[in-house]
């Protein structure tokens, strides 16, 4: 079965400098990674995905990630972050041998200074 | 708009009773799902449906049921053997096959009396 880590619980950065979040997949096979953002008390809206082509994969927001199946990595990046940024961003993983089933990780809550 | 409905936004839960959870979508999705959240442990599947009349547990289904009688709808009914049932719950919807996006209702936020 596949797996999501997120190590990072709780990232606080200042507005204006730069953000990486860092997932990483347990999976045999190729997998389709997801990024999610969500702000309190809200559902989840997709930031962006890859299931195949080019690793480098732009999505909304100014927001990137990178696959690198070396890694077993998917991190989420933007150059520069916004307040509005503020909020907490979830790994998933799919795989086609589970059907439509996506797992989770654990979420990073990412806190901006002013 | 298309999207995804749930009701109500709070709901509470006294001892014994049984709650049920409103989940609505018009985006012609085949394949709906319901999530459990709880702080620092991210999103737990709960039930998912690929088809009309059909659905399978998830990781964490003891406590809950749900019926998909319905291409829009999938309620869920959080029961009295549900100990711990407080939490915030997520329904999505996705087109089969696990490299669609799965997109999200704004969440039911259960709380026991």
């Known amino acids: 079965a596949q797996s999501v880590t997120q190590p990072d619980i709780h990232i606080t950065v200042s507005e204006g400098a730069s953000l990486e979040l860092r997932c990483n997949y347990s999976y045999g096979a190729t997998p389709y990674l997801f990024w999610y953002v969500q702000s309190p008390g809200q559902g989840l809206q997709l930031l962006l995905k890859?299931?195949?082509?080019?690793?480098l994969v732009q999505g909304i927001k100014g927001f990137e990630a990178e696959f690198k199946r070396s890694q077993s990595s998917f991190n989420l990046r933007k150059p520069s972050v916004h307040w509005s940024d503020a909020a907490e961003y979830f790994c998933a993983v799919g795989a086609g041998s589970s059907g439509d089933k996506l797992t989770f990780g654990t979420g990073t809550r990412l806190a901006v200074r002013p | 708009d298309g999207g995804i409905t749930q009701s109500p936004k709070y709901l509470f839960r006294k001892e014994g009773q049984n709650v049920t959870l409103s989940c609505e979508q018009n985006?012609?999705?085949?394949?709906m799902y319901w999530y459990r959240q709880d702080p620092g442990q991210g999103l737990r599947l709960i039930y998912y449906?690929?088809?009309?009349?059909?659905?399978q547990k998830g990781d964490i289904a003891e406590g809950y049921s749900v019926s998909r009688e319905k291409k829009e709808s999938f309620p869920l009914t959080v029961t009295s053997a549900q100990k711990n049932p407080t939490a915030f719950y997520l329904c999505a919807s996705s087109m089969q096959g696990s490299q669609e996006t799965q997109y999200f209702g704004p969440g039911t936020r259960l709380l026991v009396l």
């Open positions: 890859y299931f195949s082509g080019d690793t």
């Open positions: 985006l012609n999705h085949d394949a």
């Open positions: 449906s690929q088809i009309v009349n059909d659905f």
